[in-house]
């Protein structure tokens, strides 16, 4: 299914009320995953609820294969039956799994000598075998998510919006959620948007990531190159991309320089002018004695703290201040063992080195 929004706009009641979209644009182009990011309360639900037509927009309309099918004046409730939403919080009938299941397929028409078959596929990829008889209230939250998914995977609808399908679950959980969600994009038959917090899982599953911000999408497109390459300040701090400055690029022949309070390093810039810069701290190496090396970017300084943030470590170096302004913290993204072997600590004089091309510059 094409999805096509223009100009999207809701405002949910307060008090105060709160513009919540203003004027989104979206377009999703067939089959496949789109991932939704962005902050808590961004709109990431309410544009979802606007896709799976259960709320109309305020403003803006909304088209299916080219036809109309939301707008300020309502929705056209034949279309719903195109969308599944599933949402973060699933909501299960009294029952049991395979009951709440066949009910949803009851309610869409399908006969009962077919509803067994819809569900089949889904029983081992969700791991649903042992519970598929079980009642929902001697289930666990993590069974319900995925009894819930699979009630929405049955329906079989072209259009399939996830609220979160991972948040708080398992390894194994997510683990099984996410690869049916794989299993059935696979296909090429559905279009899937996934409103996510998890980076990692937009990278593993979506082709396409929109990133939500200020009521509309501030940026679209390739998965791996939005998400390794911001182009917008907003995104890059939603990425937590650790180095972060504005300033602007100067052409000086051979090369060009990226000029900030108590920053001077060597970039490739398209053309000069006022921008941002963004250095993700991966891309910076931790030296004790200035390395032999091709890149063009070499600050000294006194490591002011190393945090442990996962399964690396941050080194903040203190870099000494200039004549003309103070010189801003830099950070440097490493594994423990490279903390071990050199013995990194605070109050010890570093390098932190980096390429030109690490910095990505852009327009904010």
Do not use: Y
């Not at 329906?155 to 099984?176: F, K, Q, R, V």
């Not at 937009?202 to 998400?227: E, S, T």
């Not at 701090?237 to 309070?261: C, K, S, T």
Request: aromatic share 4%; with cysteine.
């Amino acid at each position: 299914m094409r999805v096509h929004a223009d100009g999207l706009g809701r405002t949910l009641a307060g008090p105060p009320p709160r513009r919540v979209l203003d004027g989104l644009s979206l377009e999703l182009p067939g089959p496949g995953v789109h991932a939704v990011l962005g902050a808590n309360g961004s709109g990431k639900t309410t544009l979802l609820r606007l896709l799976a037509l259960l709320d109309a927009p305020d403003a803006g309309e909304l088209r299916f294969d080219g036809e109309r099918v939301a707008g300020p004046r309502g929705v056209a409730r034949g279309a719903r039956r195109r969308a599944t939403l599933v949402f973060d919080r699933p909501a299960l009938l009294r029952g049991t799994v395979r009951w709440n299941v066949e009910f949803a397929l009851r309610a869409r028409g399908v006969p009962a000598a077919e509803r067994p078959a819809r569900l089949a596929p889904w029983i081992e990829p969700l791991g649903l075998g042992k519970i598929l008889d079980a009642r929902v209230d001697r289930i666990s939250a993590g069974e319900a998510r995925r009894a819930a998914l699979a009630r929405g995977l049955a329906l079989g609808t072209e259009l399939l919006l996830l609220d979160e399908p991972t948040a708080n679950l398992d390894p194994l959980s997510a683990g099984l959620v996410e690869g049916a969600v794989a299993e059935l994009c696979a296909r090429r038959e559905t279009t899937v948007v996934l409103a996510t917090h998890d980076l990692a899982q937009a990278r593993r599953l979506a082709g396409q990531v929109h990133f939500l911000a200020g009521g509309r999408i501030a940026q679209g497109g390739d998965a791996a190159a939005m998400l390794d390459a911001p182009r917008s300040t907003a995104l890059a701090a939603f990425l937590g991309v650790e180095n972060l400055f504005r300033g602007v690029v100067e052409d000086r022949g051979d090369h060009q320089r990226f000029i900030a309070p108590g920053i001077d390093w060597a970039v490739i810039a398209e053309r000069p002018g006022p921008c941002w810069a963004a250095l993700p701290a991966r891309d910076v190496l931790v030296a004790r004695d200035r390395p032999a090396s091709s890149a063009m970017n070499a600050v000294e300084g006194t490591i002011e703290r190393v945090e442990e943030r996962g399964p690396t470590v941050l080194v903040v170096l203190a870099p000494p201040d200039r004549e003309d302004a103070p010189a801003p913290r830099l950070t440097a993204a490493v594994t423990r063992a490279t903390v071990q072997a050199m013995g990194l600590a605070p109050g010890q004089r570093a390098w932190l080195v980096w390429k030109a091309a690490s910095v990505r510059l852009f327009d904010g």
